[in-house]
């Protein structure tokens, strides 16, 4: 199968959205499918055998920490050229618009898929009043697909609610190779805890913007001596955050790739995810892998990973108090130990293979090579 990726983030960029699809891209060719990427142009012309055709790119005015691809014609060229079997829009809204549009024009078989609420983010950029045009507007692109996936089923609730059609829910997936409790290195804790190895080191890994709400953390670093703060990431909020940590036990690294992050996520003790925006949250499942238990807001797709008091503790979002307290029980180190092991557990036959596989099945339903098998794939996506 010739399968056809375009995507508005790809390597060198890093975040959950370029995590499945590098794990899938991987899965595709070993399986003996040709598979072509279109990204933004970040220097990236090929991965693991992969053609990857980067499109011009630039900074938004509305989001300078990170380069987009805008419409183009050349997509057309490239379909018409590669004359793929799927071709598979990876959240449209830019260049991934052109996907959609060309696929429809030169009659390939569409899938669309859905990472990322940002008609939720305007909430926190003052700019609610444009959420209506959004849900329009993602609406309309992804309503021409033949079928649309999402990562999560409080995300597929949603979705269904705003009138997007024939909406599947792909599965979940994590590296339990990469990310293990064995990684964990005194380096890596003395550099995250700034040398207070001794102390609850709390981590959070991600983006950093508004809409991650991270900010809450450092009410609890204010509130007991025995937590240190670890921020892994970089984004457009960053800045803000340092200035505002500023004078409290917390370290900021950047980014982090592969075995060091690893090491980073296996040193720390708990992991700390303020968010309610997210449509999957790997990150949960990354530290889950290394043996960190988790807190988390009660909120959407959390819940579809998180079991309170068994693998994580979840806290009401609308509470800041019950927020710290939440955090404050882990002072309690048999707490945290019972949690990191349930967390550690529950991911064990969770890697990335399954929801690869997955995906091949929806591409195969959607480009006809499965007759007869279309209401099966259907039914297994439902498992």
């Known amino acids: 199968m010739k399968i056809l990726i375009i995507t508005e983030t790809f390597l060198p960029s890093t975040d959950g959205v370029v995590t499945r699809l590098t794990n899938s891209i991987r ?3 070993q399986a003996g499918h040709q598979v072509k990427v279109v990204a933004p142009d970040l220097g990236v012309d090929q991965y693991k055998g992969a053609e990857v055709i980067g499109l011009p790119a630039r900074k938004l005015f509305f989001y300078r920490s990170k380069p987009f691809a805008l419409p183009n014609r050349k997509v057309k060229a490239i379909m018409k050229e590669y004359q793929p079997d799927i071709v598979h829009v990876v959240n449209p809204g830019f260049v991934g618009a052109s996907g959609v549009h060309y696929a429809k024009k030169l009659h390939f078989p569409l ?37 649309n996936l999402c990562t999560s089923h409080i995300v597929k609730e949603e979705l269904d609610n705003q009138r997007f059609k024939n909406v599947q829910v ?7 190779i990469l990310f293990d409790p064995n990684k964990s290195n005194p380096e890596m804790r003395r550099k995250l805890s700034n040398g207070k190895v001794s ?7 991600g983006r950093l ?70 449509t999957l949250g790997l990150v949960l499942m990354e530290a889950m ?67 690869s596989k997955q995906a091949l099945d929806f591409y195969r339903q959607v480009a006809g090579l499965q007759a007869g098998e279309v209401s099966k794939t259907m039914e297994n996506s439902k498992d």
């Open 289 to 355: 892998a290394s043996g960190l238990p988790i807190v988390a807001a009660r909120s959407g797709p959390t819940k579809e990973q998180i079991r309170d008091e068994v693998n994580g503790l979840l806290y009401k979002p609308e509470s800041m108090e019950n927020f710290i307290e939440t955090v404050l029980r882990f002072e309690d180190e048999t707490l945290r130990r019972r949690l990191a092991k349930a967390a550690w557990q529950e991911v064990q036959q969770m890697g990335w293979e399954e929801q």
């Open 199 to 205: 102390k609850k080191l709390l981590l959070y890994v």
């Open 111 to 147: 899938i669309a898929s859905y990472h990322t609420q940002v008609p939720k983010y305007l909430d926190y950029y003052h700019l609610s009043m444009f959420k209506g045009l959004l849900w329009w507007y993602f609406r309309k692109l992804h309503n021409k697909a033949e079928l």
């Open 27 to 29: 899965y595709f060719l």
């Open 209 to 278: 913007a508004a809409e991650k709400e991270i900010e809450k953390i450092r009410a609890v670093i204010e509130k007991s001596d025995q937590f240190v703060l670890a921020i892994v990431g970089d984004g457009p909020h960053r800045t803000t955050l340092e200035n505002y940590f500023k004078g409290t036990d917390t370290v900021f690294t950047g980014f982090m790739h592969g075995e060091e992050l690893a090491e980073a996520y296996a040193s720390s003790d708990v992991f700390v995810f303020p968010s309610t925006t997210e």
């Open 170 to 176: 792909w599965k979940r997936g994590v590296d339990t």
